[in-house]
C-alpha cells in the first residue's frame, strides 16, 4: 500500500510539471480560461447561494438554542455565527461541497476524453495535453475561488439575518450588532488563503485522476468517486495544517 502511495505521489508531481509548462498557444490559453471559469466558478453560484443561505439561518437558529444562560448577552448569536462562518464554513465546509461538483465535473470530463482517445489524439498532434487540458481548470479556479467564499460569507450572514426577521429568536438590530463586535479582519483573509489551496487540491486531484483513467466509462465513475474522497480527506489535512499556522 504504502509502495503504491509513493508511486502516485510521484506521477502526480510529474503530471503537475507537465500542467505549468508555459502554453504553446496564449490565446487559446485565455480562451479555454475564459470557458473554465465560466463552467466551473459561475455555474457553482446558485449552489454556494442556496447553501449559505440555509446554513447561515441554522447556525443562527443553533446558536440561540445552545445560549440559554441569561448571563451571556444576546448578541453572542451573531458574533458566534460570524466566527463559524468566516473561520471555516466560508472555506473548508465550501470546499469540500464543490469537491463533489467541481471535482467530480473535471474527472468525469477528462476521463471522458481520456477514454476515448481525444487525449491520445492531442498528443499525437504534438501538444501537451497536460498543460492544455488542466492548466486553464486550475488556474481558473484558484482565480476565482475567492469570489465564491466572498459570497458564501455575504450570503450565510443575509441568512442569519432573514431567519432573526422571519422567527424573531433574536432582535435584527441585535445580531448585527453581535456580527459587528469585535471583527477581526484578519479572519477574512485567513478563510481566503485557504480557499486558494483548497481550489488548487480540488482541480488539480480531480484532473491528476481523470488523466489517468484506464479502461472505459465504469472507470470513469471510479476515478470520479476516488477524486472526490481523496479531495476531501486533503482538504481536512490542510484544514489543521493551515489552522495551525496561521491562527497561532
Known amino acids: 500500500m504504502i509502495k503504491n502511495t509513493l508511486h502516485n505521489i510521484g506521477v502526480y508531481c510529474m503530471f503537475i510539471w507537465r500542467v505549468f509548462s508555459q502554453p504553446d498557444k496564449w490565446n487559446e490559453f485565455f480562451k479555454r480560461y475564459i470557458n473554465e471559469v ?124 432573514l431567519i432573526t426577521i422571519l422567527t424573531g429568536i433574536v432582535s435584527p438590530e441585535t445580531f448585527i450588532y453581535g456580527i459587528q463586535t469585535m471583527f477581526v479582519e484578519w479572519y477574512v483573509w485567513y478563510a481566503l488563503i485557504k480557499s486558494l489551496f483548497f481550489a488548487f487540491v480540488i482541480s488539480s486531484i480531480a484532473s491528476y485522476f481523470g488523466y489517468h483513467v484506464t479502461g472505459g466509462a465504469l472507470q470513469v465513475g471510479k476515478a470520479s468517486t476516488n477524486a472526490v474522497v481523496t479531495s476531501s480527506i486533503l482538504i481536512l489535512l490542510l484544514d489543521v495544517i493551515l489552522t495551525n499556522i496561521m491562527l497561532q
Open 38 to 161: 465560466i463552467k466551473l466558478v459561475i455555474d457553482s453560484i446558485p449552489l454556494v447561494l442556496v447553501i449559505s443561505l440555509f446554513i447561515g439561518a441554522v447556525c443562527t437558529i443553533q446558536m440561540k438554542l445552545n445560549i440559554m444562560s441569561p448571563l451571556i448577552p444576546m448578541y453572542t448569536v451573531g458574533l458566534a455565527t460570524r466566527e463559524i462562518i468566516l473561520l471555516e464554513f466560508s472555506s473548508s465546509i465550501l470546499c469540500l461541497i464543490l469537491a463533489g461538483k467541481v471535482g467530480s465535473s473535471i474527472t468525469s470530463e477528462i476521463g471522458t476524453m481520456r477514454v476515448t482517445e481525444q487525449i491520445d489524439a492531442l498528443e499525437i498532434m504534438g501538444i501537451n495535453s497536460a498543460n492544455f487540458l488542466v492548466l486553464p481548470k486550475i488556474t481558473a479556479f484558484v482565480t476565482f475561488i475567492p469570489v465564491l467564499v466572498i459570497l458564501c460569507m455575504a450570503t450565510s450572514l443575509f441568512g442569519g439575518y
